[in-house]
């Protein structure tokens, strides 16, 4: 974990130097007006191919500056919610369908990552994760703040709060919801939803119930009598199933694909692949895997091949992407992706063909 973590951070002054002296430029200019170009060329594989909007969310920078921009969740009223960074902007960004901001808000959590969001209609809440400012924040959809959590002082493995650095988390039915404490001490940590401590496992390591980088979590509900937790261990490149309490039953080995947040549509897995050879350049990509947990398109990179059952690492397009940090599916299965270190870039869009 701590060299993948140099490696990020050596990315991150890179790329901050580079923009200082005028070497990186956005891939598109910004401004609110679109071209509105054709979109002819295709990305991605069988079934899941998708025109790309580059223009999608560019918005005036003097007036809804972004930073690093991370995930992204869609609302009961089709809104698409977004956390980005920076201590002089607003950290959340709403967007409508068209790519049009509606409101932005928020200025408690400077390096705003996870996004989650909970509870039905306008009970509905959001859960944001910090971790420069080593908090988790429970929210309304308008930017009330209704619940801090700082690092669990009922796991021994912490001794101080600055080692708590949340990167995601995921939510119950019942309100319950896990933290994954990603670039931290890799524990997950369950509370109920008061936000009272529950129990946790994980921590650091290459073990089955270890992590390298517990980067996302989600609940999977595709076998809804059996739902199971999802998690990254982007570190070594895979993800690792558990159950509710705790139990590894079953590790994805994804070669080439430094994965982020696990996200579920319908009988898919989809997720952003921020990194596929080297933090050093923007190298990354999408993929969308079936139900059986075999990639079946690599939008913005090569297409998925097997070896002897084991995936072979994809190749990026060199183009479509820099580096992708999230993805949402909204119910027509278009998806919205916003990127990390990647020149101050607004989130792009791909509609499904």
């Known amino acids: 974990m701590k060299n993948s973590n140099n490696n990020r951070r050596n990315f991150i002054k890179k790329t901050t130097m580079a923009s200082a002296a005028g070497l990186i430029a956005p891939a598109v200019s910004f401004g609110i007006t679109h071209s509105k170009k054709p979109m002819k060329e295709l990305v991605g594989h069988g079934n899941f191919q998708y025109q790309v909007d580059q223009e999608w969310g560019i918005q005036d920078p003097s007036k809804i500056p972004v930073n690093d921009c991370h995930e992204m969740v869609l609302d009961h009223q089709g809104r698409i919610l977004m956390t980005t960074t920076g201590e002089n902007n607003n950290n959340l960004i709403v967007y409508d369908r068209s790519g049009k901001v509606l409101d932005s808000w928020g200025t408690d959590f400077p390096g705003a990552h996870g996004l ?14 910090d971790p420069d400012t080593h908090k988790v924040w429970k929210t309304t959809l308008d930017g009330k703040i209704i619940m801090t959590l700082e690092r669990p002082k009922e796991v021994s493995g912490y001794t101080s709060n600055d080692q708590f650095k949340p990167t995601e988390t995921a939510i119950l039915p019942n309100g319950d919801f896990y933290v994954a404490d990603g670039y931290g001490e890799n524990f997950i940590i369950h509370y109920n ?69 696990p996200v579920i549509h319908g009988e898919n897995l989809y997720f952003a692949v921020i990194v596929t050879k080297t933090w050093d350049s923007w190298d990354g990509m999408l993929a969308v895997l079936d139900k059986d947990n075999k990639v079946v398109s690599f939008p913005g990179g090569s297409a998925p091949e097997y070896v002897n059952g084991t995936l072979t690492a994809p190749i990026f397009d060199g183009k479509t992407f820099r580096n992708p940090h999230d993805v949402l599916v909204d119910d027509e299965g278009s998806l919205y992706v916003p990127q990390w270190a990647s020149g101050k870039t607004y989130p792009i869009k791909l509609t499904r063909v």
């Not at 989650?116 to 994760?129: C, M, P, R």
């Not at 936000?195 to 390591?205: D, M």
């Not at 690792?240 to 070669?255: A, M, N, V, Y």
């Open 193 to 261: 939803a008061k936000g009272e401590y529950q129990g946790h496992f994980g921590g650091t390591g290459e073990a089955d119930a270890l992590f390298n980088c517990s980067h996302g979590i989600t609940v999977d509900h595709r076998d809804a009598e059996n739902p199971t937790l999802l998690i990254t261990s982007r570190g070594n490149q895979r993800f690792k199933r558990f159950t509710l309490d705790g139990k590894h039953l079953e590790t994805i080995l994804l070669p080439g694909c430094s994965v982020c947040r």
């Open 116 to 129: 989650s969001i909970g509870g039905e209609g306008k009970d509905q809440f959001l859960l944001i994760t």
